[in-house]
């Protein structure tokens, strides 16, 4: 073989050298960023249900918050006692204050709405849960 060809010969077989050795790289490369994504996953997982474990407990007590706030009565800020509900728009409010409230104005507090006394009625529904919140107090 003359020089010419080996030196064409070792080329190509440095040329294959360079490719194998990209490839594996390329592989390996690969390989590595799935493993990560693998495992940032299963991190992204664990603590996602990290978060929400730790939020159901808050979120339950927001919600209790809210349900109390819900509870009082728009025109006095306090916990109903007695629920009376205005048929004429449907707001519920504490019967004290709305009784009050009618002698001043003859509207609803909340929108406004011509209302009076002969409008209101018992509001039982909201009256149990008054009184089941009560007891737990």
Known sequence: MNKPQQQKQ???????AWLYALGGLAIGVIGTIFGMKAVASNEQSQI???????QQPSQITNDGEQLIESLCCPIS????VDAAQLSTCGHTFDKGPLLQWLKKSQECPQCRKQTNESNIIKNYALQQVIDQQRAKQ
């Open 10 to 16: 070792g080329t190509n077989q440095n040329s294959s």
């Open 48 to 54: 996602q249900s990290q978060i929400q474990s730790k």
């Open 77 to 80: 800020g306090e916990l109903i």
